[in-house]
């Protein structure tokens, strides 16, 4: 459609010029940190009194850090990312798990997996992972007081090309419309400290590339569904 056409363009327009300001970036940040280990080792035991203020400083340039380095992994993903390959979706689902387990655990998530697909996805399998993490962590941080976590995958036609569909299905808190009209859009978040706001924006730009499409679809209090489609591939 065309709003997703104008979409595209503007991530990747985004994408190049966050390539230039990641890389920017980096450099000053790398800098502050190499200094606060001077001062906190010239400080010696001292260093304790400032315990909060440190770990503060810490914590926020780690942020930066994981802020820059998902810019450059949706900006420069011919840099991060090796070859495509064909992929079994279920058994790349069961890599995924084992990486999210202590969160299903503290959250009481049960996980209801319907592995159906018989057909292959052509993509990166880290970018694959990457994708299924990020949905699969967010209807975690969707379900603070336990649900239920659907994992769906099966083969499925559109306009008459073979693909597969994956589901990342939760019992969650929802999205309101306003909302959800924005969760694609790059930086959006409504996690105020620990979100960043480009899991999907990521995730949708990299399925995208391997032709495929990402949709929610959500109901307030009740929960909300991730549809992935991708061209199968040959
Ligand atoms: P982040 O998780 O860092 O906030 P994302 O791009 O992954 O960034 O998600 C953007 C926003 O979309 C989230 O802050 C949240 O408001 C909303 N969201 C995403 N997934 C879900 C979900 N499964 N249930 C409810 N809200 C969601």
Redesign the pocket.
């Known amino acids: 459609t065309t709003k997703q056409l104008i979409m595209s363009e503007k991530l990747a327009a985004i994408g190049e010029i966050t390539a230039g300001v990641a890389h920017e970036i980096n450099n000053p940040v790398a800098v502050m940190q190499g200094n606060l280990d001077v001062v906190r080792s010239v400080l010696g035991e001292r260093a304790d009194e400032l315990a909060t203020e440190f770990r503060l400083i810490d914590e926020q340039i780690h942020r930066v850090n994981q802020i820059v380095t998902k810019l450059l992994q949706f900006a420069k993903p011919e840099e991060y990312a090796g070859y495509v390959d064909r992929h079994v979706v279920a058994e790349v689902i069961s890599d995924c798990l084992p990486l999210v387990q202590h969160l299903l655990n503290k959250a009481e998530i049960t996980v209801e997996r319907d592995d159906r697909a018989s057909r292959c996805v052509l993509m990166n399998r880290t970018e694959l992972q990457q994708v299924l993490i ?2 699969i ?3 975690i ?2 379900m603070p007081d336990g649900g239920r976590l659907g994992l769906v995958s099966r083969d499925e036609d559109r306009d008459d090309r073979p693909g597969i569909v994956i589901q ?1 299905i ?1 019992t ?4 309101a419309p306003e ?1 959800m009209q ?3 859009d790059p930086f ?4 105020r400290r ?10 949708q730009t990299l399925v995208t590339r391997q032709g495929g499409t990402l949709v ?1 679809e ?1 109901a307030p209090g009740k ?2 569904t ?1 549809t992935i489609w991708l061209p199968e591939a040959n």
Do not use: C, P, Q, Y
């Open positions: 990020n949905l962590v967010n209807a941080h969707a990342v939760d969650g808190i929802g999205m909302v924005r969760i694609f959006f978040t409504t996690k620990e979100g960043t706001g480009l899991g999907l924006s990521i995730s929610a959500s929960g909300t991730f």
